[in-house]
């Protein structure tokens, strides 16, 4: 029995010492957090006043990490060119018009999803409700706006498809046109 209590005792002990050391490194992750911060808040507020950092070619060498050789850049290409490839750069002066397009679309089918389990729970309430009456008149009506919600369900999951192909055909037609999958994100 006294090895039993012993043992219990043991056991108190260390688990007291585990939580005061465990506290104890607490506040020194507190404090170190706290300094951490202190000094993002420092070095924001240095960038502020001395305006964003560039960095140029010549910062990457000097770290050893430009990999590309050094030279003079590509000569501009001729007009004649573009007018040829008119086709390929004119995505790239359209980013904005795909991201609103594409985001516009994904907007609207989340807002018909947003409405069909909206309506679903509405028939769902309709039925509760018309199960649990037994007055055929106040049934009716109960009947008769559960067949318009549903309706209106069946209309609202027409136009969730319809979003969805909508959706697909963007992501098509921006494929085709050489559009950058990240303009679509």
């Not at 390929?88 to 609207?108: F, L």
């Amino acid at each position: 029995m006294k090895s039993l209590t012993l043992g219990v005792l043991a056991i108190m002990a260390l688990g007291l010492g585990a939580s005061y050391a465990s506290s104890q490194s607490l506040v020194e992750l507190a404090k170190q957090e706290q300094a951490r911060r202190a000094a993002l808040a420092e070095k924001k507020t240095t960038e502020t006043e001395a305006g964003p950092k560039v960095y140029t070619n010549a910062d990457l060498r000097a770290a050893g990490r430009l990999t590309t050789r050094a030279g003079d850049p590509p000569p501009p290409r001729p007009a004649a060119a573009e007018d040829e490839a008119g086709a390929e750069s004119e995505p790239a002066s359209d980013e904005q018009q795909w991201r609103n397009r594409i985001e516009g679309a994904r907007q609207a089918l989340e807002r018909a999803e947003t409405m069909a389990a909206a309506l679903q729970n509405r028939v769902d309430g309709l039925w509760a409700d018309f199960t649990a009456r037994d007055d055929p008149g106040q049934r009716a009506v109960i009947e008769a706006d559960r067949q318009a919600a549903l309706d209106e369900l069946e209309n609202t999951t027409a136009k969730i498809e319809e979003l969805t192909q909508d959706i697909a055909d963007i992501e098509e037609e921006a494929r085709q046109a050489n559009v950058p999958p990240g303009w679509l994100r």
